[in-house]
């Protein structure tokens, strides 16, 4: 929204600019809470199998939800039709009142990496990173990380983390059921290997992370230590993951699927130390 506005084409809010953008759940909740601030409305496109606390955070941002029968992350290319194509139509029909972000091709989400998460790495690892695993959704995190990193150390190596297919992993995708991202092709070859996990191994992380660190954390957090857990690394290397999210928005994925009772959640929760609660839940 920022790179839209200092290029000069932010539509000025006469109360019909509207931002639709599709998502697995942070953008949305990102784009929610920016747009209340700045006075945009804005139309979420998710899918309906996003954790039902995800879409209202995004509701009670004020935002319009469009439930998909898609995939955990929206699938991206030729043929898909579900959360992408339908924003895109809604958008290509009234180009005056929609505005998409289209975070899957939008270079400002990797430059948003570039010169903010990987500077950070940088600095909070003074220079000794080795190693960093991350999940793929749009790609603009790996990309952006990893193209930075590289700049600085060219021997940095930079890990993807791969769920199995038909995965529960919120965020991501596996790329044997879903194409690759412009933005992530666009520079792929910052990637150095791939790790796979399924999703009995992530979700049994989830416990022993809270049990050793109380950290609440996401199907997508547990599935990085899980792939850095795995991954062979000599004495010495400073591994990073990114833990892009932490647990509040899985209580009912947790239950469902039996990694915690909601008890379990609530006290897991209260004990856990990263956790601060916002004002809109
Ligand atoms: C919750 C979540 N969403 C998305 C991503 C992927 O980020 P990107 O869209 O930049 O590829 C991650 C990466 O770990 C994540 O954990």
């Given at each position: 929204?920022?790179d839209?506005g200092?290029r000069?084409?932010?539509h ?12 697995s759940?942070?953008?949305?909740i ?9 006075g ?7 899918p309906e ?23 955990l ?5 030729v ?16 180009p005056h ?6 975070q899957y091709?939008?270079?400002a ?11 950070e790495?940088?600095?909070q ?8 695993f991350t999940?793929v ?19 940095v ?8 297919q ?8 596996n790329?044997?059921?879903s ?13 150095d290997d ?11 992380r ?22 850095m ?14 833990f ?10 947790y239950?469902d699927l039996?990694?915690?009772?909601n008890d ?16 809109y839940?």
């Amino acid at each position: 929204m920022d790179d839209k506005g200092r290029r000069g084409a932010r539509h000025a809010y006469t109360g019909k600019s509207i931002i639709i953008e599709p998502t697995s759940g942070n953008t949305g909740i990102a784009l929610a809470g920016m747009a209340k601030i700045l006075g945009y409305a804005v139309e979420i496109v998710i899918p309906e199998e996003a954790s039902e606390e995800t879409k209202q955070i995004i509701r009670n941002l004020g935002a319009q939800v469009y439930e998909t029968s898609d995939d955990l992350c929206p699938k991206v290319g030729v043929g898909t039709d579900q959360s992408i194509a339908l924003a895109t139509s809604i958008a290509s029909s009234r180009p005056h009142i929609y505005y998409s972000p289209n975070q899957y091709a939008n270079e400002a989400n990797f430059m948003g990496h570039y010169k903010g998460t990987g500077p950070e790495i940088w600095a909070q690892t003074a220079g000794k990173v080795t190693h960093l695993f991350t999940g793929v959704g749009t790609g603009g995190a790996i990309t952006g990380i990893g193209t930075y990193l590289k700049e600085r150390n060219p021997d940095v190596k930079i890990i993807g983390c791969q769920p199995q297919q038909d995965h529960l992993i919120q965020g991501w995708r596996n790329f044997e059921e879903s194409a690759k991202p412009d933005l992530f092709l666009k520079r792929e070859e910052v990637v150095d290997d791939w790790v796979h996990v399924d999703n009995e191994e992530a979700f049994s992380r989830v416990g022993e992370i809270l049990a050793n660190d109380r950290l609440l954390v996401s199907p997508s957090s547990a599935t990085v230590y899980a792939c850095m857990d795995k991954y062979n690394v000599l004495e010495g290397a400073c591994v990073v993951g990114i833990f892009a999210d932490d647990g509040r928005k899985f209580r009912s994925v947790y239950s469902d699927l039996g990694v915690m009772s909601n008890d379990e959640f609530d006290s897991a929760l209260e004990g856990a130390m990263h956790v601060s609660v916002p004002d809109y839940e």
